[in-house]
């Protein structure tokens, strides 16, 4: 769990993970456009394959008529054969069947189909009896016996006209006409150049009377009665005939005009049913099309997140890495100055721990040689002895530090006493070096205070024996003022000196552990120490709570802010 947790926190892993989340989602998104696609061309080779509906309902509709074709040859064709009627008829039955499968589940086209099948089986009824009726039409066989009696009462006719005694006389008149003579003589030139003599007509008339025999009469209207009604039988049964078979061919009009009606009727229904089914498809196929973009765009958005964000999580990483890579840089630096810090803290603690010690051990040696020791000497090793103790509290003060076992006691105290104590223990040293120590002290009232008065005496007696031992001449001033806030009484330490002074650039060194400033005055000034003076004022400062500003310029003075709050 551990190192998968570091693989995952780790810049590779997130690297890794990115790459492999960007596969999966180019994957998906190939998976749904191929789906996308393949319904797309699914729904293009269904609105573009021929519908077996349509396609059936449009062989019906040219079978019809082509059956209607082979009823209008058979009709006028008496040499016609009925085999190809029939085999159509049948084939048209059997596309019938089919479209009535293909509507299994619509029941008005069923009954449609139905209403089909029984008007082409009644027109196919309508065009036997068709031919039948034009059968009859057209056989002369009754014509014929009428016209064998006709011819038979004829021949009757002419035997008996035969046997009939006729008697004729003729008469013969001839008339002349003979043209006007004008009674005026003509001249001579009249009759040279006039006109002829008119010629005479002549008109000869010839009569002929033909006497029959009248016994006969009544046998001839006999005949001519049996002509009559002979004629009139024919002229009634064609006419019987002629209306039968004009009724069955407008019933067998009407039934084809019906069949027509009803497959025209189906087709456009089935058209209509195609239209909306390819509308429907279309529609599928839009949304089909329209969710996988939405699908795609989703894949693409959160793709484009997850990238922002772990392109965000590995630049950070990178960003965290050149920060610790600069932070290990500099604690390497840091590191290798404290090292070398410690170092000359180490040679300087030789040092500070030989010198007093050698005084020690060489005026204890006086002392032993001598019967009445010098009073000069003892001062001496006591000295010696308050610097070494000293040195060896700040290492143990700063060993407490670090390793966390600095303790606070708070105590109610007298803030006063405190403050006056470390000034009555700083002012000797400042006596001795004819500077003067000026204190400042305004308190409100606020005399007595709850904290560790021995890390304030600790603090202060620290910040000013460090204000009085860099100070050549001039003064040093201590002032001490607090404000109320509440429940907690906030005071403020200002240490300011005329000492050496140092540059900015030196703030952060005088807090360093195991540092001190190099000075040109080092050899004129008392630098007895540690260098961890100041580190363990900054740490007793701001474990309290506190805070503590150093400002100073070379050869004008130094000046300490220290603010802490007590209840």
């Given at each position: 769990?551990?190192?998968q947790?570091?693989f995952?926190?780790?810049?590779?892993g997130?690297v890794?993970?990115g790459f492999?989340?960007a596969c999966?989602?180019?994957?998906?998104?190939?998976?749904?456009?191929?789906?996308?696609?393949?319904?797309?061309?699914n729904?293009?080779?269904?609105i573009s394959?021929?519908?077996?509906?349509?396609r059936i309902?449009?062989?019906l509709?040219h079978q019809t008529?082509?059956l209607?074709?082979?009823q209008?040859?058979?009709?006028?064709?008496k040499?016609?054969?009925?085999?190809?009627f029939?085999?159509e008829?049948r084939r048209?039955r059997?596309r019938?069947?089919?479209l009535a499968?293909?509507f299994e589940?619509?029941d008005?086209?069923l009954?449609r189909?139905?209403?089909i099948?029984?008007?082409?089986s009644?027109r196919?009824?309508q065009?036997?009896?068709y031919l039948q009726?034009?059968?009859?039409l057209?056989?002369?066989?009754s014509?014929?016996?009428?016209?064998?009696?006709l011819?038979?009462?004829?021949?009757q006719?002419?035997?008996e006209?035969d046997?009939?005694?006729l008697?004729?006389?003729?008469?013969?008149?001839?008339t002349t006409?003979?043209?006007?003579d004008?009674g005026k003589?003509r001249g001579?030139?009249n009759r040279l150049?006039?006109?002829k003599?008119a010629?005479?007509?002549k008109?000869i008339?010839?009569e002929f009377k033909v006497?029959?025999?009248?016994l006969n009469?009544?046998?001839e209207?006999?005949i001519?009665?049996?002509?009559?009604?002979?004629?009139?039988t024919?002229?009634?049964?064609q006419?019987?005939?002629?209306?039968?078979?004009?009724r069955?061919e407008a019933d067998?009009?009407?039934?084809?005009n019906t069949?027509?009606r009803?497959?025209?009727?189906?087709?456009?229904?089935?058209?209509?049913?195609?239209v909306?089914q390819?509308?429907?498809k279309?529609?599928?196929?839009?949304?089909?099309?329209?969710?996988?973009v939405t699908?795609?765009?989703?894949i693409?958005?959160?793709f484009?997140?997850?990238?922002?964000?772990?392109g965000?999580m590995i630049?950070?990483?990178?960003?965290?890495?050149?920060?610790?890579?600069i932070?290990l840089?500099?604690a390497?630096e840091?590191?290798?100055y404290?090292?070398?810090?410690k170092?000359?803290f180490?040679?300087?603690?030789s040092?500070?721990i030989?010198?007093?010690?050698?005084?020690?051990?060489g005026y204890?040696?006086?002392?032993?040689?001598?019967?009445?020791?010098?009073k000069?000497h003892?001062?001496?090793i006591?000295?010696?002895?308050?610097?070494l103790l000293?040195i060896?509290?700040?290492?143990?003060d700063?060993?407490?530090?670090i390793?966390?076992?600095?303790?606070f006691n708070?105590?109610?105290f007298n803030?006063?006493d405190?403050?006056?104590e470390?000034v009555?223990?700083?002012l000797p040293?400042?006596?001795?070096k004819?500077i003067?120590?000026v204190?400042?002290i305004?308190?409100?009232?606020?005399?007595?205070v709850n904290?560790?008065?021995f890390r304030l005496?600790q603090?202060?007696f620290?910040?000013?024996?460090?204000?009085v031992?860099?100070?050549?001449?001039?003064k040093?001033?201590?002032?001490?003022?607090?404000?109320?806030q509440?429940?907690?009484i906030?005071?403020n330490?200002?240490?300011?000196?005329?000492?050496i002074?140092f540059?900015d650039?030196d703030?952060?060194?005088?807090f360093k552990?195991?540092?001190?400033?190099?000075?040109?005055e080092?050899h004129?000034?008392?630098k007895e120490?540690t260098?961890?003076?100041?580190a363990?004022?900054?740490?007793?400062?701001?474990?309290q709570?506190?805070r503590i500003?150093?400002?100073?310029k070379?050869d004008?003075?130094?000046?300490?802010n220290?603010?802490?709050?007590?209840?």
């Amino acid at each position: 769990m551990t190192d998968q947790k570091r693989f995952i926190e780790a810049t590779k892993g997130k690297v890794i993970i990115g790459f492999l989340f960007a596969c999966f989602a180019l994957l998906l998104a190939w998976g749904i456009s191929k789906f996308v696609f393949g319904e797309m061309l699914n729904t293009v080779e269904n609105i573009s394959a021929p519908n077996d509906r349509l396609r059936i309902v449009n062989e019906l509709s040219h079978q019809t008529a082509r059956l209607d074709q082979l009823q209008k040859d058979q009709a006028f064709n008496k040499s016609g054969n009925q085999n190809n009627f029939i085999l159509e008829t049948r084939r048209l039955r059997k596309r019938l069947d089919t479209l009535a499968i293909l509507f299994e589940n619509d029941d008005a086209q069923l009954k449609r189909i139905k209403s089909i099948k029984k008007l082409l089986s009644d027109r196919d009824k309508q065009f036997l009896m068709y031919l039948q009726v034009r059968e009859t039409l057209v056989n002369t066989k009754s014509f014929s016996n009428e016209v064998q009696k006709l011819n038979e009462l004829v021949s009757q006719r002419s035997r008996e006209a035969d046997s009939t005694i006729l008697t004729t006389e003729t008469a013969t008149s001839t008339t002349t006409l003979a043209p006007e003579d004008d009674g005026k003589s003509r001249g001579f030139l009249n009759r040279l150049f006039g006109k002829k003599k008119a010629e005479v007509y002549k008109i000869i008339n010839e009569e002929f009377k033909v006497k029959r025999d009248t016994l006969n009469a009544v046998v001839e209207d006999s005949i001519m009665k049996g002509i009559e009604t002979s004629l009139l039988t024919i002229e009634k049964e064609q006419r019987y005939k002629s209306n039968r078979f004009l009724r069955k061919e407008a019933d067998l009009a009407n039934a084809s005009n019906t069949i027509t009606r009803q497959m025209l009727s189906l087709l456009r229904e089935v058209e209509a049913e195609t239209v909306a089914q390819i509308d429907v498809k279309n529609a599928q196929a839009k949304d089909v099309v329209n969710e996988g973009v939405t699908q795609i765009t989703i894949i693409i958005i959160v793709f484009f997140l997850i990238t922002l964000v772990l392109g965000y999580m590995i630049l950070t990483d990178i960003a965290k890495s050149n920060r610790y890579r600069i932070a290990l840089e500099k604690a390497k630096e840091e590191a290798d100055y404290h090292g070398s810090a410690k170092q000359r803290f180490l040679s300087n603690m030789s040092h500070e721990i030989r010198t007093p010690l050698q005084s020690i051990l060489g005026y204890s040696e006086l002392i032993l040689r001598q019967d009445h020791p010098n009073k000069k000497h003892i001062n001496a090793i006591h000295s010696s002895s308050t610097h070494l103790l000293q040195i060896v509290n700040e290492v143990l003060d700063y060993n407490r530090i670090i390793s966390g076992k600095f303790n606070f006691n708070p105590q109610d105290f007298n803030m006063v006493d405190v403050l006056d104590e470390v000034v009555s223990g700083m002012l000797p040293l400042a006596e001795k070096k004819q500077i003067k120590l000026v204190s400042n002290i305004n308190l409100d009232g606020n005399n007595f205070v709850n904290g560790d008065p021995f890390r304030l005496k600790q603090v202060l007696f620290n910040v000013l024996g460090n204000a009085v031992k860099f100070t050549l001449k001039g003064k040093v001033v201590f002032d001490v003022s607090c404000k109320t806030q509440g429940d907690e009484i906030h005071f403020n330490f200002i240490v300011e000196d005329t000492g050496i002074g140092f540059d900015d650039t030196d703030v952060n060194v005088i807090f360093k552990e195991f540092e001190q400033i190099e000075k040109p005055e080092k050899h004129t000034i008392n630098k007895e120490g540690t260098g961890l003076g100041l580190a363990i004022v900054k740490e007793l400062v701001e474990s309290q709570g506190g805070r503590i500003y150093v400002k100073s310029k070379i050869d004008v003075g130094t000046t300490f802010n220290i603010f802490l709050k007590y209840k």
